[in-house]
T-cell receptor, first 115, second 110 residues
């Protein structure tokens, strides 16, 4: 595997279900991100982890719970979601350093539908 | 509210022409600027980044940055139908925060 991978690619869940999205980066990066992309709206930053510590939490509802067990893996745990949470969820990673610009590389995304 | 503004388009250009995509941002402290291409149903793909005033060229793509005017642009020379996509401007404002514009849809007519 190369780059950033995400599973599952598609997910349909009811409002009472609990599911998890998984992201894995094979780039040796030290920061990972979760974004939400809804139709006709800009990407919204949800969470950022740097060296496995959460450094950004963009006022995301508690029904979304991130987990970063190591620098290569990132999870987004979902529970009691609402229909408006249906969107494309994108994972990204970057290499943060004093000399770099921290360009982000995205995974293919998980298309989530909440019924 | 820190913002990144792009014309939603669609911008339509004939094959072989130069496509010019523009972006303005509100935070004067912004440090790095990125252009991503997103095909329908796919995830964003990094085209290039720029952090100094002036032009940066990479193949058919040229990014231009003017920090005084808070303006970033992307020029695509010799546009091809395969360049038809949505182009996202992204601005790193500080810390780990990157703000994305809503994107400009580009259509290259064969």
């Amino acid at each position: 595997e190369t780059g950033v991978t995400q599973t599952p690619r598609h997910l349909v869940m009811g409002m009472t279900n609990k599911k998890s999205l998984k992201c894995e980066q094979h780039l040796g990066h030290n920061a990972m991100y979760w974004y939400k992309q809804s139709a006709k709206k800009p990407l919204e930053l949800m969470f950022v982890y740097s060296l496995e510590e959460r450094v950004e939490n963009n006022s995301v509802p508690s029904r979304f719970s991130p987990e970063c067990p190591n620098s290569s893996h990132l999870f987004l745990h979902l529970h009691t979601l609402q229909p408006e949470d249906s969107a494309l969820y994108l994972c990204a990673s970057s290499q943060e350093s004093l000399a770099g610009v921290g360009e982000q590389y995205f995974g293919p995304g998980t298309r989530l539908t909440v019924t | 509210q820190k913002e990144v503004e792009q014309n939603s388009g669609p911008l339509s250009v004939p094959e072989g022409a130069i496509a010019s995509l523009n972006c303005t941002y509100s935070d004067r402290g912004s440090q790095s600027f990125f252009w991503y291409r997103q095909y329908s149903g796919k995830s964003p793909e990094l085209i290039m980044f720029i952090y100094s005033n002036g032009d940066k060229e990479d193949g058919r793509f040229t990014a231009q940055l003017n920090k005084a005017s808070q303006y970033v642009s992307l020029l695509i020379r010799d546009s091809q139908p395969s360049d038809s996509a949505t182009y996202l401007c992204a601005v790193r404002t500080g810390g780990f925060k990157t703000i994305f514009g809503a994107g400009t849809r580009l259509f290259v007519k064969a």
